[in-house]
């Protein structure tokens, strides 16, 4: 079974950076498209930002000059730096990767997601 495990996430001050990190694990063939998305509190999830495995990439527009999403396929990580940060991108953030494994056809998974809190 294919894994998606983030790490990287905690207290932060308003203005502070963190870099977000997801792994992929398993008997992976490939990994297409791999992206972030966030909850807060009584709201919808959302796309935060998406790397293609050509390494085009897509961002909301409440986080574009601010964040910076990458990938290093060797490592099946895909990686989000976070700067500038602000209350209102306090969340919980998910990873997403779109992969085919050994064992099953090409589909969507979601990590169990991480806390960023933004607070002074």
């Known amino acids: 079974q294919v894994q998606l495990v983030e790490s990287g996430g905690g207290l932060v001050q308003p203005g502070g950076s963190l870099r977000l990190s997801c792994a992929a694990s398993?008997?992976?063939?490939?990994?297409?498209?791999m992206g972030w998305y966030r909850q807060a509190p009584g709201k919808q999830r959302e796309l935060v930002a998406t790397?293609?495995?050509?390494?085009?990439?897509n961002y909301a527009v409440s986080v574009k000059d601010r964040f910076t999403i990458s990938r290093d396929n060797a490592k099946n990580t895909v990686y989000l730096r976070m700067n500038s940060l602000t209350p209102e991108d306090t969340a919980v953030y998910y990873c997403?990767?779109?992969?085919?494994?050994?064992?099953?056809?090409?589909?969507?998974?979601w990590g169990q997601g991480t806390q960023v809190t933004v607070s002074s």
């Open positions: 398993g008997r992976i063939w490939s990994i297409y498209t």
């Open positions: 790397i293609t495995s050509g390494g085009s990439t």
């Open positions: 997403n990767a779109d992969i085919k494994s050994q064992f099953a056809r090409r589909t969507d998974y």
